[in-house]
């Protein structure tokens, strides 16, 4: 089994994220919310459907630089806040990176779950500070 040196686990990182080199990567990715975890080849899930709700886009200004290690990361540069709910959208247990601000849409291309699920209520406003929305990759010798 083959992997790849760390620098270029970031470097693959900050070429996802930053939408450049001229392939399909997406201008922009959406960050979406599931009460159920999107299957490993991207369909499944479930998004929340509120009436509400709204991907939040994240431009490739809104990314930090990735970070070379065991594994790679990349986090969000900036806080992404959801609108305010006025109903409840269940409880989230994932995020996603999306390529298409339509909510609905399966183009999941990056998901994780969230370190501890969270129930949105009416009044509660979701909102992940810079750096909290982490993204790694790692050859099998990396230790997660």
Known sequence: MAG???SFEAAVLDHITDGGGGTTNPTNWYVALYTAAPNEDGTGGTECS???YQRQTMANTDWNSAASGQPSTV??????????ATSSWGTITHFGLCSAATKGVADVQIWGALDVS??????????FAATSLTVQL??????Y
């Open 118 to 127: 969270k129930s949105v209520t009416s009044g509660d406003t979701v909102s």
């Open 4 to 6: 790849m040196i760390d």
């Open 138 to 143: 790692g050859d099998p010798s990396d230790t």
């Open 50 to 52: 509120a009436s509400e």
């Open 75 to 84: 986090s969000n540069a900036n806080t992404v806040t959801f609108p305010a």
